[in-house]
């Protein structure tokens, strides 16, 4: 399996912000998205995961084979833990959720109302949804905020696991996850240049 994407370009605002993104990612390798912040790292990772189109260019792989988390953690507060896994579990027709509680250490949580969790714990049960969809390219939009160190650590073995399992995962992320396989793709060489006059005033965008 690999992901091809050829001569990418993508819009926020309905303005070009990426232009002319080629990479290629095999299994069993993670990408991280270089950048400063407003980049498009966000815009980049949105348009991949199929949650807006892109002005134009090629995505080799079907969204059905990717799994997308970023700021949102997907979670429904009234369900406890188990519950909200089950729940993800169903959707992607899938009957196992032990091994993501169990990555995730969320054991003694199980039959915890997922609104009375703290911060760092609703990412982590956010991120749990990502082991119980099967699915093989892991899209991912700064996954570790909120999360203490032990936490991150956490992550950081799902993604190897991941990984090792012949899975692929691209990330924006500032936190060094302790990968191996992880390639960097700088996107200051793919910034769109900008159609706006040189006065235009973007706070009225």
């Known amino acids: 399996m690999e992901l091809v994407v050829q001569d990418l370009s ?4 309905g303005l070009p912000v990426l232009s002319g993104v080629s990479f290629s990612v095999s299994q069993g390798q993670a990408l991280v998205l270089r950048g400063p912040n407003g980049i498009g790292k966000t815009t980049l990772l949105r348009t991949l995961a199929g949650l807006q ?16 988390a970023a700021h949102i953690d997907g979670i429904k507060s009234t369900l406890t ?12 027709e ?14 003694s949580l199980r039959s915890r109302p997922a609104g009375l969790l703290s911060a760092g714990q609703k990412r982590r049960l956010g991120l749990a949804r990502l082991l119980v969809t ?22 950081g073995a799902a993604v190897k696991a991941h990984l090792a399992q012949g899975g692929l995962a691209i990330m924006a992320t500032h936190i060094d996850l302790g990968l191996e396989e992880a390639l960097p793709l700088e996107l200051g060489q793919f910034r769109a240049r900008s ?9 009225f965008l």
Request: charge should be negative; include cysteine; proline fraction near 4%.
């Open 81 to 92: 833990v188990e519950e909200n896994l089950n729940f993800w579990a169903d959707v992607f």
């Open 195 to 203: 159609t706006l006059a040189d006065n235009f005033d973007e706070a």
């Open 94 to 107: 899938l009957n196992e959720i032990e091994h993501a509680i169990a990555c995730f250490e969320l054991g």
């Open 10 to 13: 993508v819009a926020r605002g």
């Open 53 to 68: 189109p892109a002005l134009s260019g090629n995505i080799s792989l079907d969204r059905e084979a990717m799994a997308y």
């Open 134 to 155: 099967g699915r093989p390219v892991w899209i991912l939009d700064e996954p570790t905020v909120s999360l203490d160190q032990a936490a991150v650590a956490l992550f």
